[in-house]
């Protein structure tokens, strides 16, 4: 790659981690080429970009993203690393890196950085595939919201239906 071709791909990768700021760095040295071709065909049927980068090149490429703060993401790279953007679906990563996680230690993660909050080593993949995504956050609390309306809808119901059955047998009484 020339000097010039790997400015076009820093920009390239900062317009990425821009678009989507919800990604996983990970570390699949270990991999087969078969099984590197497995994650990649997972990671396509669930809509998540994957991509080989440079270490070098991925910090470049975070230095110029404005408003976040990348420094703990930058500090957990090690290894030759895999980037996969997470888009809406956050802790989708998470759930394959585990599924992956059946007959091996790897993938392992290196880094996450989910909605402004960095995530580092492997000891968080459990925490990740916990996290909520703010559509299912925000299903949590109209359902809290709606409980108690329910419940006052269901008493007055309830209560109406004493009311006819008392106002029925006052009638069937003055008869």
Not at 54 to 77: C, M, Q, T
Not at 114 to 138: P, R, V
Not at 161 to 167: G, R
Request: proline share 3%; net charge neutral.
């Amino acid at each position: 790659m020339t000097k010039q071709e790997k400015r076009d791909f820093v920009v390239e990768l900062t317009e990425q981690f821009k678009a989507s700021p919800n990604f996983y760095i990970i570390d699949i040295s270990g991999f087969s080429v078969e099984k590197a071709g497995k994650l990649r065909g997972k990671c396509f049927q669930k809509n998540l970009k994957i991509q080989m980068i440079k270490n070098s090149l991925i910090e470049k490429s975070l230095n110029e993203v404005e408003g976040h703060d990348f420094e703990p993401i930058k500090n957990a790279l090690h290894y030759p690393s895999t980037v996969i953007f997470a888009g809406e679906d956050f802790n989708a990563p998470a759930k394959l890196i585990k599924e992956f996680r059946a007959d091996g230690d790897l993938p392992a993660l290196e880094a996450a950085y989910i909605e402004g909050m960095s995530f580092i080593g492997d000891k968080e993949l459990d925490a990740l595939t916990k996290l909520k995504s703010k559509n299912e956050l925000l299903g949590d609390v109209i359902g809290l919201l709606q409980s108690p309306i329910k419940n006052v809808i269901g008493a007055l119901t309830g209560q109406s239906s004493k009311l006819a059955s008392l106002v029925q047998a006052i009638g069937e009484k003055k008869q």
